[in-house]
C-alpha cells in the first residue's frame, strides 16, 4: 500500500465531506437533524413552526444514513484498489482507518470547531444555544455504537474491492 495515496485521499475525502456536508446544510438545514443534541433538535422545531414534521423526519433520516453508507462502501472500495490493498484484510484495516479519519474530522473538526463557534452555520432559531453546541461528550457518546457498523462497513468495502478488481 501507498502511503502518500493513503495520505492525499484522506485529505481529499475530508474536504469532499465538507463540502457536502456545508452544502447540503445551506440547502436544507433538516439534512442533519438527527445528528444535533436533542435540545437543539426541539428548539429546532419549536422555533421553527415544524414539530409536525418531526416524526417523518426520523424515517426520512434513516434512509438516507443508508443510503448514504451504501455509497461510502462503494467509494471506499475504490479507494482501497487506488492505495493499493492486496488483500482483504488489508482493505479492512484501510477502510477502518478512513472510516475512523472521517470520523475524527466530523467530530472534532466540523462538530466540536466550526458547528460549536460559527453561528452561520447553526440551525436558524438556535444560535443563541452556545452550551447546548458545546457539548463535546454528546458527539462522541453518539459515535461510539458505530465502531462496529466501521467494522462491518470495512469488510464489506474489501469484499467490493476484491470482487470489482
Not at 482501497?80 to 492486496?86: C, F, N, P, R, Y
Not at 447546548?132 to 457498523?149: G, N, S, T
Request: hydrophobic share 55%; glycine share 4%.
Amino acid at each position: 500500500m501507498n502511503i502518500t495515496v493513503i495520505l492525499v485521499e484522506s485529505g481529499i475525502m475530508c474536504l469532499v465531506f465538507f463540502v457536502l456536508v456545508i452544502g447540503l446544510l445551506f440547502i436544507s438545514p433538516l439534512t442533519f437533524i438527527s445528528d444535533y443534541p436533542p435540545e437543539i433538535q426541539e428548539q429546532y422545531y419549536k422555533s421553527q413552526n415544524k414539530e409536525s414534521v418531526k416524526e417523518q423526519m426520523t424515517l426520512t433520516m434513516k434512509i438516507k444514513k443508508v443510503v448514504a453508507l451504501i455509497a461510502f462502501m462503494f467509494i471506499f472500495a475504490w479507494m482501497l484498489h487506488i492505495a493499493g490493498a492486496d488483500s482483504f484484510i488489508q482493505g479492512v484495516l484501510l477502510s477502518y482507518l478512513y472510516m475512523l479519519v472521517l470520523f475524527a474530522w466530523d467530530t472534532f473538526f466540523l462538530d466540536w470547531i466550526l458547528f460549536a463557534n460559527i453561528k452561520r452555520l447553526r440551525l436558524p432559531g438556535t444560535e443563541h444555544m452556545e452550551r447546548e453546541y458545546h457539548q463535546k461528550w454528546f458527539h462522541i457518546k453518539v459515535c461510539i455504537p458505530m465502531i462496529p457498523v466501521f467494522i462491518i462497513g470495512g469488510a464489506l468495502s474489501s469484499l467490493l474491492m476484491i470482487w470489482i478488481w
